[in-house]
């Protein structure tokens, strides 16, 4: 197919991963700020407050983490906490349903895995186009199984 994204490609939501570092870093600068500027702090105070804000934009930064990366092997899904890579075989149905908070990948082993690096949140239409490049691969890459079918990829 000609109009498959070339390999390697990141899926990622893009804006509210700006969105969460700028917030992070803002609340970082104005909550160290802070602690400096309060006279009636003292040492321990001031790295308690600078610690918080340190611990807030680390969730942030958290939060911002989740990305999908396709290549020539298979697919890498890099959540919150978890980052599993995927062989092409693996994965039968990339799903995003209307109120799905992001993709689920149906996977060979019965099990579906979440997806959070495309997720219709801020970016609805470009969530639904990352959903669709990222399903057209895998039935791309798809292993045929020997009666014909192509591993669940039907349309």
Known sequence: MSDLPSLPITFRP????????????????????????L?????????????????????????????VVADESGVTVVNIASRRHLDWAEILQVNLRPGDPWVFLDLSDGTSLPALG??????????????RALRAL??????????????????
Request: proline share 6%; aromatic share 2%.
């Open 14 to 37: 893009s804006r509210t991963r700006a969105v969460l570092l700028t917030a992070g870093a803002s609340i970082l600068v104005v909550i160290t700020t802070v602690a400096m500027l």
């Open 39 to 67: 006279e009636q702090l003292g040492p321990g105070e001031r790295l308690s407050f600078i610690l918080t804000a340190a611990l807030l934009f680390g969730v942030l930064v958290l939060l911002a983490r989740p990305k």
């Open 118 to 131: 495309i997720q219709p949140g801020i970016a609805r239409q470009r969530a639904i186009e990352d959903a």
């Open 138 to 155: 895998a039935s791309a890459r798809a292993i045929p199984e020997p009666d014909g079918r192509n591993g669940g990829h039907e349309s």
